[in-house]
Nanobody, 122 residues
Framework: VQLQASGGGLVQAGGSLRLSCAASERTQTRFGMGWFRQAPGKDREVVSV????????YYGDSVKGRFTISRDVAKGTVHLQMNSLKPEDTAVYYC????????????????WGQGTLVTVSS
């Protein structure tokens, strides 16, 4: 499956952005998807993941209560609504897919999008 992420940009602290990811494979949608991010000089970390049918989600501690992940199974898209953004949210955000129906483990994700840059100014 190929993934195309979009929606990044520059926003002031406290603002909102919505990231979207479109999967090329729409006939076989039984795979979990997620968003990961990598800030300059830091390791990549999980932001949020969602199960194949949208019924189960996971959020990293740093984004709980501020970010919301959702999925449109029919369209093969996944979205990340990011509210109350902070400068520490600045990173390249990657959309990814796993062969598992759901996973919160980065190493189980085998398909990655190109990344979209989110910059939050203070």
């Amino acid at each position: 499956v190929q993934l195309q992420a979009s929606g990044g940009g520059l926003v002031q602290a406290g603002g909102s952005l919505r990231l979207s990811c479109a999967a090329s494979e729409r006939t076989q949608t039984r795979f979990g998807m997620g968003w990961f991010r990598q800030a300059p000089g830091k390791d990549r970390e999980v932001v949020s993941v969602i199960s194949w049918n949208g019924g189960r989600t996971y959020y990293g501690d740093s984004v709980k209560g501020r970010f919301t992940i959702s999925r449109d199974v029919a369209k093969g898209t996944v979205h990340l609504q990011m509210n109350s953004l902070k400068p520490e949210d600045t990173a390249v955000y990657y959309c990814a897919a796993t062969r598992r129906l759901y996973s919160a483990w980065e190493y189980e994700y085998n398909a990655w999008g190109q990344g979209t840059l989110v910059t939050v100014s203070s």
